[in-house]
């Protein structure tokens, strides 16, 4: 016999009834670089007793005053809702996870129990996802009910990483939103097998993700684990005929389903007939259903009008129903469904009136059109994400040339103008002695004459990692590029330019992926023993925090050479 726990009871009443405060600063277009910059923010959150929200939509967070926040946020274990959509426009994608890192930090440090994290329309991709990982698998997720991550740009390995971080410890979610993710069908599947752990799903909107009907099909067997999903949103996928009879299938243990968006999922009369029967089937309770553009004939049409309309108290249960963009054939046709469906029914837009005649011939061809479409999907698994979905990839390639000193025989292909050129071109220890006792003072001569600051920088950090690739043979070579070191880090600092330089300070060290076809020529072994060396003593704090975490982050996917190589230098692997 269960037991009735007074004390709780009272809590949650008192929880209910109290007055919610926090902070919010939405919309301010605020652009907060440094801990300064955030000040006003600090001294709102510190000022605040009861911290329950923290709203910071809509302005841009760097690294340094992401931490100051974080900092403030120590002092409060009590705070429950964060909403940070938008909050890092115009950040390089180097900056967004040591900064979700520091913030998730700061509420871990506090102690604090979220229930709603909405981060939302931030373009942070995969290697974002690592910088929220700390903070799911944390306590601070243990009570989480709302997770958005809609258009974030995950990807299939976004998805992977998000599914990985959950799968640890599964909150009890109530709400899941990540829309506009080109999950496709292995991060879909890859979800589904969390969904199914957590069984408290209400509410699940995956739209304009690329999934098929295999995806689908996954998602649909872990809804059957959620019993109390109320709005299921899946627009704009390819849920096909394949993927509407999987759905059909859940249907039986989903009594609490109350709205469903499919349009724009191409069920086609096939997919439409077997949803329509299921509905009928189940006695399914629906208020909202969009079925709009889904090359639906009209005969298929009426079955899911009859079946939604079936009982009695459908008039004042349905309040919105979406069939536009379907053929729905003639004017009396339309009238009869209009008359049906009441004020809920929204017929208009359809694809042009059609009599009789053209009653669901498009079923014919439907099932091969679709397995071909999934087929060309199923071989398509890579993650076509613009961030770093495959970076741990391409970073092991590169990395395994590099650590072999490879140089390339450029001759023929570009003339080469002086000895400066000449090292970087091929960065051997002959080429550096050439440019005399000095060879820091020459290099940083001729990149000073390079007028784009995006290319200057970019020379700057090849110039050095060459430099520093040749550190072990050389005594002469690490104390070059220890001075080089310094000097970028300078000419970064006089340009106001020091994400930019980090994004290539990443990419130069291989742990993001280049967006240039060029390989890497300097020896990754020799630039982690230079860099180890400078970073203590040159680098600023943000930047060191920064390079560290990509360190960590990638550590177990780099070859086992440099893995060791790295694990011999604990400054770059610790704060």
């Not at 994290?117 to 799911?136: H, Q, R, T």
């Not at 969904?195 to 098929?212: R, T």
């Not at 060791?564 to 770059?572: E, M, V």
Request: charged letters at 25%; one cysteine or more.
């Amino acid at each position: 016999m269960a037991t009735f726990d007074l004390k709780s009871f009272s809590s949650a009443l008192n929880e209910t009834n109290k007055v919610q405060s926090g902070v919010d600063f939405t919309g301010k277009s605020l652009k907060l670089d440094t801990e300064k910059d955030a000040k006003d923010i600090v001294a709102a959150i510190s000022a605040c007793p009861d911290l329950y929200y923290l709203t910071l939509t809509g302005n841009t967070l760097g690294v340094a005053a992401a931490e100051a926040i974080a900092k403030a946020l120590e002092s409060h274990p009590e705070l429950k809702v964060a909403r940070w959509s938008d909050m890092f426009t115009g950040r390089m994608k180097t900056e967004i996870p040591p900064a979700l890192k520091a913030l998730g930090d700061g509420m871990i440090a506090a102690g604090a129990r979220l229930k709603v994290l909405d981060l939302s329309d931030n373009a942070f991709g995969p290697i974002g996802v690592e910088g929220l990982a700390k903070l799911l698998q944390s306590e601070v997720c243990s009570e989480l009910e709302e997770l958005r991550l809609n258009n974030n740009g995950l990807g299939i390995t976004g998805a992977r990483l998000l599914a990985k971080a959950l799968s640890s410890r599964p909150p009890k979610l109530r709400v899941f939103i990540a829309g506009r993710n080109r999950l496709e069908n292995d991060g879909a599947t890859a979800l589904a097998q969390v969904f199914e752990k957590m069984g408290s799903l209400e509410e699940v909107a995956m739209p304009q993700n690329g999934i098929y009907h295999v995806g689908i099909s996954a998602l649909s067997e872990a809804f059957k684990q959620n019993p109390q999903l109320s709005c299921l949103n899946l627009n704009d996928n390819t849920i096909g005929p394949k993927g509407a009879a999987a759905v059909a299938q859940a249907l039986p243990r989903l009594k609490n389903l109350k709205a469903i968006n499919f349009g724009d999922c191409l069920l086609k009369s096939k997919g439409a007939r077997t949803l329509a029967k299921a509905f009928k089937d189940n006695s399914t309770l629906l208020e909202c259903l969009d079925l709009s553009h889904n090359e639906i004939g009209r005969a298929a049409c009426k079955e899911l009008v009859d079946a939604i309309t079936v009982l009695p108290d459908s008039g004042e249960r349905l309040s919105r129903v979406v069939l536009a963009g379907n053929s729905l054939g003639n004017a009396a046709s339309k009238k009869g469904m209009k008359a049906q469906l009441g004020t809920a029914g929204e017929l208009t837009d359809d694809e042009g009136e059609s009599g009789d005649e053209d009653d669901d011939d498009d079923d014919e061809g439907t099932e091969s059109e679709e397995e071909s479409d999934a087929e060309s999907e199923d071989e398509n698994t890579e993650d076509s994400a613009t961030e770093d979905a495959q970076h741990s990839v391409n970073t092991s390639v590169n990395t395994t040339a590099s650590t072999n000193n490879i140089t390339l025989d450029t001759s023929g292909i570009e003339e080469v103008k002086n000895d400066v050129e000449r090292f970087l071109k091929e960065p051997t220890l002959e080429n550096l002695e050439r440019l005399g006792s000095n060879p820091a003072d020459v290099i940083e001569a001729h990149i000073e004459s390079t007028q784009d600051t995006e290319e200057l920088l970019t020379q700057y950090v090849n110039a050095t990692l060459s430099v520093a690739g040749l550190s072990l043979n050389s005594d002469s070579a690490g104390d070059a590029a220890q001075q080089l070191f310094a000097r970028t880090i300078a000419a970064a600092n006089k340009r106001a330019a020091s994400w930019p330089l980090t994004e290539r300070l990443l990419r130069g060290l291989a742990l993001i992926k280049s967006e240039e076809k060029a390989p890497i020529r300097w020896h990754l072994p020799a630039c982690y023993a230079s860099l180890a060396r400078a970073l203590p003593l040159q680098f600023p704090a943000a930047l060191q925090s920064t390079l560290r975490f990509f360190i960590g982050a990638k550590l177990a996917n780099l070859p086992s050479e440099l893995r060791d190589s790295l694990q011999q230098h604990p400054a770059l692997l610790q704060d």
